[in-house]
C-alpha cells in the first residue's frame, strides 16, 4: 500500500500600519525635505553682490514652492556676510578678504507653502587671489648736474597679503635723453644720472611686481 504525504498551507494574514512624518508645523509629508545648495568659486575681493551658490530642495516638488532664509543656529558664523537674492541665490553683502578669513558657514531655514519647515547649515570656501605688491611714494628730485649718479633707495616695497612672495623692480623714464645712466637693483637701489649740459623734465617710474600671478583678476604689479 503506498503512502501518500499530505500537505496544510496556511495563509496568515498580516495587517500592515502605514504612518507618516510630520513637521514642525504639524502637518503630514510624503518624503523627507532636504535644503541643497550648489556653491560657485567664490573668490576674496570680489564686489558686493557676488553669488556664491543657489539653494534647492530634494525631492523637488512643484505643488510645494519654498521660500528660503537665513536663520540664527549652528553653523550660522557667517550670516551676516551673506543675503538670499532673486529667492534662492546666496549672495555676498561686501567683498571677503581671505587673508581674514578663508572659511565660511550659513544656516538656512525653507518654509513651504504648506507652513513645514526644515533647516541645514552649509560651508562656503573663499578662494585666494594675488593681490598688488607695495611701494612708497617717492618725493619730486630737483637736480644739477653731477658727474656723480643720484641714487634713492625705494621704501615700503611689500608682495602685499602674500609675505613669501618674490619681488623685482624695473623703471623707466618719458625723456630719457636727458639722462646718461637709469637702472634699478634687485633690491630697489635707483641709480639716474643727468647727461651734461642737457635740462628739462622727466618722469621716472619704478614698477614692483611679485611673482603671484594675476590668474582670476590677481594683480602682480605696482608702479
Same mark, same amino acid.
Given at each position: 500500500?503506498?503512502?501518500?504525504?499530505?500537505?496544510?498551507?496556511?495563509?496568515?494574514?498580516?495587517?500592515?500600519?502605514?504612518?507618516?512624518?510630520? =513637521?514642525?508645523?504639524?502637518?503630514?509629508?510624503?518624503?523627507?525635505?532636504?535644503?541643497?545648495?550648489?556653491?560657485?568659486?567664490?573668490?576674496?575681493?570680489?564686489?558686493?553682490?557676488?553669488?556664491?551658490?543657489?539653494?534647492?530642495?530634494?525631492?523637488?516638488?512643484?505643488?510645494?514652492?519654498?521660500?528660503?532664509?537665513?536663520?540664527?543656529?549652528?553653523?550660522?558664523?557667517?550670516?551676516?556676510?551673506?543675503?538670499?537674492?532673486?529667492?534662492?541665490?546666496?549672495?555676498?553683502?561686501?567683498?571677503?578678504?581671505?587673508?581674514?578669513?578663508?572659511?565660511?558657514?550659513?544656516?538656512?531655514?525653507?518654509?513651504?507653502?504648506?507652513? =513645514?519647515?526644515?533647516?541645514? =547649515?552649509?560651508?562656503?570656501?573663499?578662494?585666494?587671489?594675488?593681490?598688488?605688491?607695495?611701494?612708497?611714494?617717492?618725493?619730486?628730485?630737483?637736480?644739477?648736474?653731477?658727474?656723480?649718479?643720484?641714487?634713492?633707495?625705494?621704501?615700503?616695497?611689500?608682495?602685499?597679503?602674500?609675505?613669501?612672495?618674490?619681488?623685482?623692480?624695473?623703471?623707466?623714464?618719458?625723456?630719457?635723453?636727458?639722462?646718461?645712466?637709469?637702472?634699478?637693483?634687485?633690491?630697489?637701489?635707483?641709480?639716474?644720472?643727468?647727461?651734461?649740459?642737457?635740462?628739462?623734465?622727466?618722469?621716472?617710474?619704478?614698477?614692483?611686481?611679485?611673482?603671484?600671478?594675476?590668474?582670476?583678476?590677481?594683480?602682480?604689479?605696482?608702479?
Amino acid at each position: 500500500m503506498d503512502k501518500k504525504s499530505t500537505w496544510l498551507i496556511l495563509y496568515l494574514p498580516f495587517l500592515f500600519l502605514l504612518g507618516s512624518a510630520e =513637521s514642525k508645523a504639524g502637518i503630514p509629508f510624503r518624503h523627507a525635505t532636504v535644503i541643497t545648495f550648489d556653491s560657485i568659486t567664490l573668490y576674496e575681493n570680489r564686489p558686493a553682490g557676488t553669488t556664491a551658490g543657489t539653494l534647492g530642495i530634494s525631492p523637488g516638488n512643484m505643488l510645494n514652492a519654498y521660500t528660503f532664509s537665513l536663520v540664527p543656529g549652528k553653523g550660522d558664523c557667517s550670516n551676516d556676510l551673506f543675503i538670499i537674492s532673486e529667492g534662492n541665490k546666496v549672495t555676498t553683502r561686501a567683498p571677503l578678504d581671505y587673508e581674514e578669513k578663508k572659511v565660511h558657514c550659513i544656516r538656512v531655514l525653507a518654509t513651504a507653502q504648506d507652513g =513645514s519647515t526644515t533647516e541645514r =547649515s552649509f560651508t562656503i570656501y573663499l578662494e585666494d587671489v594675488n593681490e598688488q605688491p607695495t611701494l612708497d611714494p617717492v618725493a619730486d628730485q630737483r637736480l644739477c648736474f653731477s658727474l656723480e649718479p643720484h641714487v634713492v633707495q625705494m621704501q615700503g616695497a611689500t608682495p602685499g597679503p602674500e609675505k613669501k612672495q618674490k619681488l623685482s623692480f624695473s623703471v623707466r623714464a618719458d625723456g630719457p635723453e636727458l639722462l646718461d645712466e637709469l637702472q634699478i637693483t634687485p633690491a630697489g637701489k635707483l641709480t639716474f644720472r643727468v647727461r651734461q649740459g642737457m635740462s628739462g623734465q622727466t618722469t621716472i617710474t619704478v614698477a614692483v611686481k611679485d611673482d603671484g600671478g594675476t590668474e582670476n583678476r590677481g594683480e602682480d604689479t605696482f608702479t
